[in-house]
Antibody, heavy 121, light 110 residues
């Protein structure tokens, strides 16, 4: 059974930093396409980062230069380092596995339960 | 504002059939496969359909999905109270070079 368990969320002041973790079991993080997706209060889902098996990473413009996705193969854990946080980064952050069809077709098939990040003074 | 347009809300009574639309363009839905996600209140999103109309195991066959041209739709027949949730379409946009979600549709079972 695949399980993804996020942690590390909390209340942080604007401009601050936070690192989210996602402990994964049932699949190998370093062999899969892994992502973070968020949902802000009253808004829809937004993809915020992806890491490929070869280590390449990609981000949308909304977080590029501020967020960094990484992984630790020895711990089978995914991370999201978030810097220069802003109020509009307030959201529940979900760790997901991205399954590939014929590129660029893909889908998020496994999701964690999410961790809440609140950016406020 | 998302390039994938969904109605913000939909509703129906138990037993009814409801459909949720997802309108895009030639650079996204017109070229790439569409996925649908269901997010029940207070829970994580769940994959409902992938590759336009493929249903993962465990998804009831009351749910169906289709794609035509630059639009996709999700249909729920025999509506049940536990179907009350937010529904999102998603695909890749070739022009923007990124993956995206629709704005979401909140389904209310009256």
């Amino acid at each position: 059974e695949v399980q993804l368990v996020e942690s590390g969320g909390g209340l942080i002041q604007p401009g601050g930093s936070l690192r989210l973790s996602c402990a994964v079991s049932g699949l190998t993080v370093s062999s899969n396409y892994m992502t973070w997706v968020r949902r802000a209060p009253g808004k829809g889902l937004e993809w915020v980062s992806v890491i490929y098996p070869n280590g390449a990473t990609h981000y949308p413009d909304s977080v590029k230069g501020r967020f960094t996705i990484s992984r630790d193969a020895s711990k089978n854990t995914l991370y999201l380092q978030m810097n220069s946080l802003r109020a509009d980064d307030t959201a529940v952050y979900y760790c997901t596995r991205l399954a590939l069809l014929t590129p660029p077709n893909e889908y998020f098939d496994f999701w964690g339960q999410g961790t809440l990040v609140t950016v406020s003074s | 504002q998302s390039v994938l347009t969904q109605p913000p809300s939909a509703s129906g009574t138990p037993g009814q059939r409801v459909t949720i639309s997802c309108s895009g363009s030639s650079s996204n839905i017109g070229r790439n496969s569409v996925n649908w996600y269901q997010q029940l209140p207070g829970t994580a999103p769940k994959l409902l359909f992938y590759n336009n109309d493929q249903r993962p195991s465990g998804v009831p066959d009351r749910f169906s999905a289709s794609k035509s041209g630059t639009s996709a739709s999700l249909a729920i027949s025999g509506l049940q109270s536990e179907d009350e949730a937010d529904y999102y379409c998603a695909t890749w946009d070739d022009n923007l070079g990124t993956r995206m979600f629709g704005g979401g549709t909140k389904l209310t079972v009256l």
